[in-house]
Nanobody, 127 residues
Framework: QLQLVESGGGLVQPGGSLRLSCAASGFALDNYAIGWFRQAPGKEREGVSCISVSTGRTYYRDSVKGRFTMSRDSAKNTVYLQMNNLKPDDTAVYYC????????????????????WGQGTQVTVSS
């Protein structure tokens, strides 16, 4: 069964950090472009970041640039989202998504043509 599983969410104070993980089963993430999305209560889902296939180039929404970092660990078949200096506005359910398999995908914006979604992990930033 092909699936993505997120983990690492939780409650953190403003200024704190969390690292979200997106682990794949049934397929190799190296052949997929991966994106993170989030949805806050009462709001539409929005793109957060994207990591390309082959080049590893990343793309971030303006509000998280300099605070969030995506990375791949091929050996663990996992993609991470390191979130630092978290703010209350970052509170949302975070989802990872995959597009592929492709030989080449360049993230010039948020991930498109998603084939797989994870179930989401809650991130709450509050004092």
């Amino acid at each position: 069964q092909l699936q993505l599983v997120e983990s690492g969410g939780g409650l953190v104070q403003p200024g704190g950090s969390l690292r979200l993980s997106c682990a794949a089963s049934g397929f190799a993430l190296d052949n997929y472009a991966i994106g993170w999305f989030r949805q806050a209560p009462g709001k539409e889902r929005e793109g957060v970041s994207c990591i390309s296939v082959s080049t590893g180039r990343t793309y971030y929404r303006d509000s998280v640039k300099g605070r969030f970092t995506m990375s791949r660990d091929s050996a663990k078949n996992t993609v991470y989202l390191q979130m630092n200096n978290l703010k209350p506005d970052d509170t949302a359910v975070y989802y990872c998504a995959a597009t592929g398999p492709v030989r080449y995908y360049y993230c010039s914006g948020y991930l498109r043509d998603v084939n797989y979604w994870g179930q989401g992990t809650q991130v709450t930033v509050s004092s």
